[in-house]
C-alpha cells in the first residue's frame, strides 16, 4: 500500500507544474521537498484538485451534522444501516453508519473539531505514490494525520457489513493494530462514475523522524524492493527480505506484541480475509526518553500527554512527541496526581487493568519495572497512535488491506503460484496459513 516513486516521473511532473505566479513560487521550495518524498501538492493544476475539494466541501458537511447533533450512549442497528444524502453545488456525498465512526473517533480520544480541521483546513491535500497493485487513490491530509483512500463497491460492502464485528473487536481490543477506518463516504457527480472512499488513520504519524518503512506480509516472492540510493531522500516502504537480519527491540512489550497480531491476525482469519500487511516503521528513541528515572506521577502525565489531541503537532509549531513531557509541565504534574506515587502492589493491578490507588512516600525505584513501558501502562485508556516504545527505538505498527476475501478466484490463483512457485511462499494462500505464517514472522523477528 505504501509509497515508492521513481524519481524520473517525479521530475517530469515537476516540470509540467512549474510555478508561475508569486504564491507558487512561495510553494516551490516545499514542493520540491514533497516531490522528493513521493508526495504532491494537490493544487489547481493537480487533476485530482476538483475531487479533492469535493471531498473537503463534503466532509465538512458530513463532520458538522455530527457536531450539532448530540451523541448516543448506546449504538443501534440503525446507526450501522444509516446513509445520509448531503447535496452541494456540483455534487452529493453519502455517508455511511456516520454515528458508529463518530463513535470510534470518540473512542480514540479525538474530537469531531479536531478531525474536522485536519480534514477539511485550508491546506491542500497531498497525494500518495504508491506501489500497490490496486488501481485507488490516496490521498493524505496536509499535516498527514489522516488517509482517504479510493475503495471499489464491493470492498466497501464488506466493511460496512462487517462493521458491527470489526468495533465490538475494537471494542474488546482497545490497543488492536488493527487499522482504525474513520468514516465511509460515497460521492456522486453528475455524468461521471460514483466514487466511494474511506478515511482511516496513518500508522505512521507523526512521520517528523522515521528512519525506515515496510510492509510485511510474511512470505518471499515478490517481497524485495530495492532500497533508495544512499543519501536520497526519497521514501522507499521496504519488504520482507529487506528486513531479513534485523530484528523489532521491544524487551518487556515483546509479549503483548505477540499475542495482540494474534488477537487480530485471528479476527481477520474469522472474517475469511488475505494478503494484508504489517506495516512497520521504526525512529530512534530521544537520550531523555531512554535515560530517565520517572515517578509514577510522570508517567501517568506522558500516558495522558499522548493521549490528550492537544499535544499533537496539529496544534503545535514544532513536531511533538507522543507522550513527551515538557518541563514547563510540572506544576501540571503535581496538582493532578497530588504528589503520590503507585506502591508496587498497586502496579501489577494498573497492568491488569485494575483500579489505581496511590499513597505517598514512594521511591521511584520501586517503578524500575514500570521505566520501559509505554502508554499502554495505563490499560484503562485508549491509545489513538500506532506507537510501541522499546529500549532504543520507538515503533510504528498497523495492520491494513483487510479486504482481500479468499473467494474462488483466489483459490485458483493459490493453486497457480503453487505450480509457479514450487518451495516457495508467497502471499496467496488460506487465511488460516496466512494468518499462522504472519504470527510466526513475528514471533520470529522479535526480541
Not at 458530513?62 to 448516543?72: E, F, G, L
Not at 488517509?147 to 466493511?159: D, G, S, W, Y
Not at 500527554?305 to 511533538?320: D, F, M, Q, Y
Request: charge should be positive; hydrophobic fraction near 35%; glycine fraction near 6%.
Amino acid at each position: 500500500m505504501e509509497m515508492s516513486a521513481a524519481a524520473g516521473d517525479l521530475e517530469m511532473s515537476g516540470r509540467r507544474q512549474r510555478p508561475s505566479t508569486v504564491k507558487r513560487r512561495r510553494w516551490g521550495g516545499l514542493r520540491q521537498q514533497w516531490k522528493l518524498l513521493g508526495l504532491f501538492e494537490i493544487d489547481q493544476q493537480h487533476e485530482f484538485y476538483s475531487l479533492t475539494c469535493m471531498m473537503k466541501e463534503g466532509l465538512a458537511a458530513a463532520t458538522q451534522s455530527t457536531i450539532d447533533t448530540a451523541p448516543t450512549n448506546e449504538l443501534s442497528d440503525d446507526d450501522y444501516r444509516l446513509e445520509v444524502t448531503q447535496i452541494h453545488k456540483d455534487f452529493t456525498m453519502e455517508t455511511f453508519a456516520g454515528p458508529v465512526f463518530a463513535s470510534l473517533r470518540g473512542s480514540l480520544g479525538m474530537t469531531e473539531q479536531e478531525y474536522q480541521h485536519s480534514l477539511c483546513s485550508e491546506n491542500c491535500y497531498l497525494q500518495f505514490i504508491s506501489n500497490s497493485k490496486s488501481k485507488a487513490d490516496f490521498f493524505l491530509t496536509n499535516d498527514k494525520r489522516f488517509f482517504l483512500k479510493t475503495q471499489n463497491k464491493r470492498e466497501i460492502k464488506f466493511l460496512l457489513s462487517n462493521l458491527k464485528i470489526y468495533m465490538e473487536h475494537l471494542r474488546k481490543y482497545p490497543h488492536s493494530l488493527l487499522v482504525k477506518f474513520l468514516g465511509v463516504h460515497r460521492i456522486k457527480i453528475p455524468h461521471k462514475r460514483k466514487k466511494y472512499f474511506i478515511v482511516m488513520q496513518s500508522v505512521f504519524y507523526p512521520d517528523d523522524r522515521i528512519s525506515a518503512r515496510y510492509d510485511i506480509k510474511g512470505c518471499e516472492v515478490s517481497r524485495w524492493t530495492e532500497p533508495a540510493p544512499e543519501g536520497s531522500q526519497i521514501i522507499v516502504v521496504l519488504k520482507d527480505l529487506n528486513f531479513e537480519g534485523q530484528y523489532i527491540t521491544l524487551d518487556q512489550q515483546r509479549p503483548w506484541l505477540l499475542r495482540q497480531v494474534e488477537i487480530d491476525t485471528h479476527f481477520l482469519r474469522r472474517l475469511n480475509v488475505l494478503d494484508y500487511s504489517l506495516l512497520l516503521a521504526h525512529q530512534p528513541l530521544h537520550h531523555d526518553e531512554r535515560h530517565q528515572s520517572l515517578s509514577f506521577a510522570t508517567l501517568i502525565m506522558r500516558t495522558k500527554k499522548s493521549v490528550n489531541p492537544g499535544s499533537s503537532p496539529i496544534h503545535a509549531g514544532i513536531a511533538a512527541v507522543p507522550g513527551s513531557v515538557p518541563e514547563d509541565d510540572s506544576t501540571l504534574l503535581s496538582s493532578d496526581v497530588d504528589g503520590s506515587c503507585l506502591k508496587p502492589s498497586q502496579a501489577g493491578d494498573a497492568l491488569s487493568g485494575g483500579t489505581l490507588e496511590t499513597g505517598p512516600g514512594c521511591e521511584a525505584a520501586e517503578l524500575q519495572d514500570f521505566r520501559a513501558q509505554n502508554r499502554r501502562l495505563l490499560p484503562n485508556l485508549k491509545n489513538p497512535l500506532h506507537v510501541i516504545d522499546g529500549p532504543e527505538q520507538r515503533y510504528f505498527i498497523g495492520i491494513i488491506d483487510i479486504f482481500t476475501v479468499y473467494s474462488f478466484k483466489k483459490r485458483l490463483e493459490h493453486l497457480w503460484k503453487r505450480l509457479r512457485h514450487p518451495g516457495r511462499s508467497f502471499s496467496t494462500v488460506s487465511p488460516q496459513t496466512y494468518c499462522l505464517r504472519l504470527c510466526h514472522w513475528v514471533q520470529d523477528h522479535t526480541k
